[in-house]
């Protein structure tokens, strides 16, 4: 049935993460991967030298002597690692679920086709609209966006994946839901939280600021996602006058890898922001 398939990939996808995490994470010995309000210290050249190791095996180039530094990712700052696990797991996700659960996809079409069938006018009303992706939709958890926001060639990036076209974004989202719910639990506890927006008119884009909270309940260690991050809306204004997002580019607060290792490491193990914890430190 489509919820086996759904349990099985999602276990099966969990447990490739979980081995790729564990080889990381068995080189701190306990040690913390720098949570919240903890110092960041140079270190020994062993220590050093173990955590050179970690930054190779998950692929992140976050640790530096200086104190104040802060990292963020890209999908350019990315490594290929990175991007390649994600890219390996998507696309084993759409081959076995897509094969398997057409109507899912279909459903999410469905509902991708919000009350919003007509594309803003205005910079002002797609920034209205965007906002109301993460303050009504969840969309970082759910996808639903109005697609009538965006130009059907948009292209979607973040720091592990980019792709384009709206189809291919609700082919991924259709197939990926149903994982999310699974991984969720009974509890379903997950927030997009909207923490800045802002239009900049002058340079064409709308930026968000956002906090992704949510507790994987149904896995057996429990983890928590909670990643701060920021995303640009680049729009245009066509001949109609209708003003939609040709480039969707997304950022989060700490290296991509960091951030993949909160699906398998205990809930605060991992910090959600560099940004945060610098101005926390200053």
């Known amino acids: 049935s489509t919820s086996t398939m759904t349990k099985a990939l999602a276990v099966l996808v969990s447990t490739q993460l979980l081995t790729t995490g564990v080889n990381a994470f068995c080189f701190y010995s306990g040690r913390p991967l720098y949570p919240r309000g903890s110092a960041r210290t140079p270190g020994t050249n062993s220590d050093r030298h173990q955590r050179t190791q970690t930054s190779l095996i998950f692929a992140t180039d976050d640790y530096s002597d200086d104190n104040t530094s802060s990292s963020s990712s890209s999908y350019e700052s990315s490594a290929s690692v990175t991007k390649g696990l994600v890219s ?16 899912s ?24 609209r965007i906002q109301k992706e993460y303050t009504q939709n969840n969309y970082l958890w ?8 965006f130009v ?107 951030a993949l290792l909160q699906l398998v490491t205990p809930a605060g193990t991992i910090r959600r922001s560099d940004k945060e914890q610098v101005l926390n430190s200053s």
């Open 142 to 149: 759910t996808g639903n966006i109005d697609t009538s926001s």
């Open 152 to 258: 059907s060639n948009c292209t979607f990036t973040d720091p592990t994946l980019s792709f384009v076209g709206v189809d291919k974004y609700v082919q991924n989202v259709g197939n990926l839901v149903p994982i999310v719910k699974y991984a969720l639990g009974n509890e379903q506890i997950s927030n997009s939280t909207l923490l800045d927006i802002t239009l900049e008119k002058d340079k064409g884009y709308i930026q968000t600021r956002w906090n992704m909270i949510g507790e994987l309940n149904a896995l057996f260690w429990k983890p928590k996602i909670d990643v701060i991050g920021k995303t640009k809306f680049w729009y245009q204004k066509d001949e109609t006058n209708a003003v939609q997002v040709y480039f969707y580019d997304e950022e989060w607060e700490i290296p991509a890898g960091l």
């Open 105 to 128: 996809t279909t459903d999410t079409a469905a509902a991708l086709e919000t009350s919003q069938n007509t594309p803003p006018t205005s910079p002002e009303e797609l920034l209205t």
């Open 88 to 103: 390996s797991l998507t696309s084993l996700t759409n081959n076995i679920v897509g094969g398997n659960n057409k109507q």
